[in-house]
C-alpha cells in the first residue's frame, strides 16, 4: 500500500509540470506580434554642419535602433558568453538550467538562482510583468518557446540588444554606446562592450556612471568568461582588463544648442513630420555648433555691458546732482524685459550658421531671432540707398538734409509729421554716402522724395521684402521684420548683389533614406558693382560712423546700425566678406530702453566680440573686400570714392589756365 502510494505521488511529481503546462498553454492567448513584428520608438539626431551632434530627440524612451549588422560580432560574443552559453542550442528555455536551479531552490529553501535564457529575458521585458509568481514564469517559457518558432536566432538577439534597459535611460546597445562612450558601435573595445552586456543583469547597480569600480568589475567577469570558453586569447584579455575607459555621464538628450533643436522641431512640422520624436530621424543642419555657442557668449556679453552701462548712468546723475547741490532728475530704467537675439548666416549660400534667441535659454526660450517682429529703423535704409545708386545716385550725390513739415490724412483729418535727426540737427547739403554713414533721418527722407515714393515703391518689389509700408514712414524703417528675415534680405549686399535663401535644414536621413533635401533658390537684386557700392558706404559706417562699436581688428566689417523711436529697438546688421550677422536688442514689452541704448551702443558689442572670436576659430576666413569689375575709385575733394557705369561721377567743371590755353 505504502509503495503504491509512493509510486502515485511521484508519477503526479513528475507529470504534474507537465500538466500545469499544458494547462497555460491552451489557458491563454500567447501573443508575441509586437516583437515579431518588431518597431520600437527610435530617438531622432540633430547634428551641425561638421557632422557634430547637437541633441538627441525622443519621447519618454531614448532609443537608437541597430540592425543586427550594424551589432559587432564581439558584442554577441560577450553576451551569449555571460547570459547564456547555449543559446544557439536551447529553444528558448534551458531544461538543464532549470532543473539546476530547482535543485538549489530546494536546498536553500527559496531562489537563490534564475534559469532565464536571452530569449526569456526579452519576452520578461517587452511582453510580461516583472510579478515573481510561478505562473509567469510559465508563460515567459511558453512565450519563449513560441518566439523561437517565430524568429531566428539573430533576430532574437537584434530585438534583445534594442530592447533591454541598459541604465541612466538608455534603451538598445547602441544608445548606450552613444550615452556612456559617445561612440559608434563598431568603434567600441572589447572591455567597453563587456560593460554594456554586463549591464541588462542591475542596470543601476551596475551603471558606469554611478560605480565605476564596480562595473569595471562585471565587465571583467564577462572577459574572463570568454576567455574560458576560449573566444579570446591571453593578450586580447590581458589588454582589456587593463583598460579604463572614460566614461561621459551627460544628459539623455546632449542638448548643446536648445534654441537651434526648438527651430528644427517647428520646422519638421512645418515639413508634415509628425513623428519626429518617436521616427528615428537624423537632421543634418547648416548650424556651426561652435559659432552658435560664440553667438550666445556675444548676446550675454552685449545684455551684461549694457546693465553695467546703465548702472553707470544713474550713478553719474548722483554724483552730478550731489555735485551740484541739486535734486536728482533720472528716470530709473527697468531692465527686466531687456532681451536680445543673433543671427549669422553664410552671405553667398544663406546657410544659417547661429541662431541665438535670448540672453538665455532657461530664462527665456521664445525664439526671438527667428519669431520677434520688430521695427528694424536706419537698418532698413540701405535698401533704400540700393534702389537709389541703381537709378543713378552715387556716394557722392548730394543730398537736403534739411527738416520739413509733412500733412498727410489720417482718419480724416489733416496730420503733421516733423521728423528729425537722431543728433537733433541738420547741415544742409550732405553726399549720400555721409547721410548714410552718420543715418541721417531727414536727408534719408528727402531722397525719397527726389526719388519717388512710387518709384521706389516699385523698384522695392525685387527684395521681395513684405508689409512695406506705403508713405514716407518707410524712410525711418516703420515696417516690422524679425531679425532672421532682416538676415535674408541683407544677403542682397553681402553676396555681391544676389538675395539667397537663409535655411537651417540641409538635408533629412530615414533609414538610410534621404528623405527631403534644402534645394537653394537666389534672386539677382542688382550688378556686384552697385552692391559694392553700397558695402563700401556701409564699410564707412562701421570705420567712421554710427557702427564704429562693431568695427574688428583684422577683418573689413561693413553695416548699419537701427534705433527705433524712443530707443524701443536697437540693431546691427552687418557682414564681413563671407558670414552675414543679425544683432537686435530691446524690451519684450515694446517699451523703450534707456535713452542712451542706440543700435550701435548696445547691439555693436555684440557683433564685435562675435567675429573677434569666429577670427581665431577661423583665421582663415576671408579678410578683405573684393572690388569687383566696373567699379572705378575716385578722387572727390581729397577722399576716396567709387563710381560705375550706372553711379557715374559727378560732373566737374575744370578751370583753364589762360597761359596753358596760349601755349596749346
Do not use: C
Amino acid at each position: 500500500m505504502k509503495k503504491k502510494i509512493f509510486l502515485t505521488l511521484l508519477t503526479f511529481g513528475l507529470f504534474s509540470p507537465f500538466a500545469l503546462f499544458a494547462y497555460f498553454f491552451v489557458a491563454y492567448d500567447y501573443d508575441i506580434s509586437s516583437l515579431v513584428d518588431y518597431e520600437p520608438a527610435q530617438s531622432s539626431r540633430i547634428y551641425d554642419k561638421n557632422g557634430e551632434k547637437i541633441a538627441n530627440i525622443f519621447y519618454k524612451k531614448h532609443r537608437f535602433y541597430a540592425p543586427f549588422s550594424e551589432i559587432p560580432p564581439r558584442a554577441i560574443e560577450a553576451l551569449v558568453a555571460i547570459e547564456d552559453t547555449t543559446f544557439f542550442e536551447h529553444p528558448g528555455i534551458n531544461v538543464d538550467a532549470i532543473f539546476r536551479a530547482a535543485i538549489k531552490v530546494l536546498k536553500a529553501g527559496s531562489a537563490v538562482q534564475g534559469a532565464s535564457t536571452i530569449t526569456q529575458q526579452l519576452v520578461k521585458n517587452k511582453l510580461l510583468t516583472r510579478e515573481k509568481k510561478l505562473s509567469r514564469k510559465i508563460k515567459e517559457a511558453i512565450f519563449a518557446i513560441k518566439l523561437e518558432n517565430a524568429l531566428t536566432k539573430e533576430e532574437i538577439l537584434e530585438r534583445y540588444l534594442n530592447e533591454i534597459y541598459f541604465g541612466h535611460g538608455y534603451y538598445g546597445i547602441k544608445t548606450a554606446a552613444d550615452g556612456y562612450f559617445h561612440k559608434e558601435l563598431n568603434d567600441l573595445t572589447l572591455k567597453e562592450i563587456a560593460i554594456l552586456v554586463g549591464l541588462p543583469k542591475a542596470p543601476s547597480t551596475y551603471a558606469p556612471t554611478k560605480n565605476y569600480e564596480m562595473s569595471m568589475g562585471r565587465a571583467n567577469r564577462v572577459i574572463k568568461r570568454m576567455k574560458v570558453l576560449g573566444w579570446i586569447d591571453d593578450k586580447t584579455y590581458e589588454k582589456a582588463v587593463a583598460e579604463s575607459p572614460k566614461v561621459y555621464d551627460t544628459t539623455l538628450t546632449q542638448n548643446k544648442a536648445p534654441f537651434i533643436v526648438d527651430e528644427i522641431s517647428r520646422r519638421m512640422r512645418e515639413l508634415g513630420i509628425k513623428d519626429f520624436k518617436t521616427g528615428g530621424y537624423e537632421v543634418y543642419t547648416t548650424i556651426d555648433i561652435r559659432l552658435q555657442a560664440i553667438g550666445r557668449e556675444s548676446v550675454k556679453h552685449a545684455y551684461d555691458k549694457s546693465l553695467e552701462r546703465i548702472e553707470g548712468y544713474k550713478k553719474k546723475a548722483l554724483a552730478n546732482a550731489k555735485k551740484r547741490r541739486q535734486k536728482l532728475n533720472y528716470v530709473d530704467t527697468n531692465t527686466s524685459e531687456l532681451n536680445g537675439a543673433l543671427v549669422s548666416v553664410e552671405a553667398s549660400t544663406g546657410k544659417i550658421l547661429a541662431l541665438v534667441g535670448s540672453r538665455d535659454y532657461k530664462l527665456s526660450s521664445f525664439n526671438r531671432a527667428s519669431q520677434a517682429r520688430r521695427q528694424p529703423g536706419s537698418a532698413f535704409k540701405p535698401f533704400i540707398y540700393q534702389v537709389a545708386l541703381d537709378l543713378g545716385f552715387s556716394g557722392a550725390t548730394e543730398l537736403t538734409d534739411i527738416a520739413k513739415t509733412y500733412v498727410y490724412q489720417k482718419d480724416g483729418k489733416d496730420v503733421k509729421w516733423q521728423p528729425r535727426n537722431y543728433s537733433k540737427n541738420y547741415k544742409g547739403l550732405i553726399s549720400l554716402r555721409e547721410a548714410l554713414v552718420h543715418s541721417s533721418n531727414l536727408a534719408t527722407i528727402n531722397l525719397v522724395n527726389d526719388i519717388g515714393l512710387n518709384v521706389l515703391l516699385k523698384n522695392f518689389k525685387k527684395f521681395g521684402i513684405k508689409n512695406v509700408p506705403q508713405d514716407l514712414s518707410i524712410s525711418l524703417g516703420t515696417l516690422t521684420i524679425t531679425p532672421l528675415q532682416l538676415a535674408k534680405y541683407y544677403t542682397s549686399f553681402a553676396n555681391k548683389g544676389t538675395q539667397v535663401d537663409t535655411y537651417i535644414i540641409d538635408y533629412i536621413e530615414h533609414e538610410d533614406n534621404i528623405i527631403y533635401e534644402f534645394t537653394s533658390s537666389t534672386k539677382e537684386i542688382t550688378t556686384p558693382a552697385q552692391a559694392y557700392l553700397m558695402t563700401s558706404i556701409l564699410k564707412s559706417v562701421v570705420d567712421r560712423g554710427t557702427g564704429v562699436r562693431a568695427r574688428v581688428i583684422g577683418i573689413d566689417i561693413a553695416g548699419k546700425t537701427g534705433t527705433t523711436n524712443d530707443n524701443i529697438d536697437g540693431w546691427f546688421a552687418g557682414y564681413s566678406p563671407t558670414i552675414e550677422t543679425i544683432v537686435w536688442f530691446g524690451n519684450d514689452n515694446n517699451k523703450p530702453m534707456n535713452k542712451r541704448e542706440t543700435g550701435g551702443r548696445i547691439s555693436g558689442p555684440a557683433f564685435n566680440m562675435f567675429y573677434t572670436k569666429l577670427l581665431k576659430l577661423y583665421p582663415q576666413i576671408q579678410r578683405k573686400f573684393e572690388m569687383p569689375e566696373g567699379v572705378i575709385e575716385v578722387d572727390v575733394g581729397g577722399k576716396k570714392e567709387y563710381f560705375s557705369d550706372v553711379s557715374k561721377p559727378p560732373r566737374v567743371e575744370v578751370k583753364v589756365d589762360p597761359q596753358e590755353e596760349l601755349l596749346f
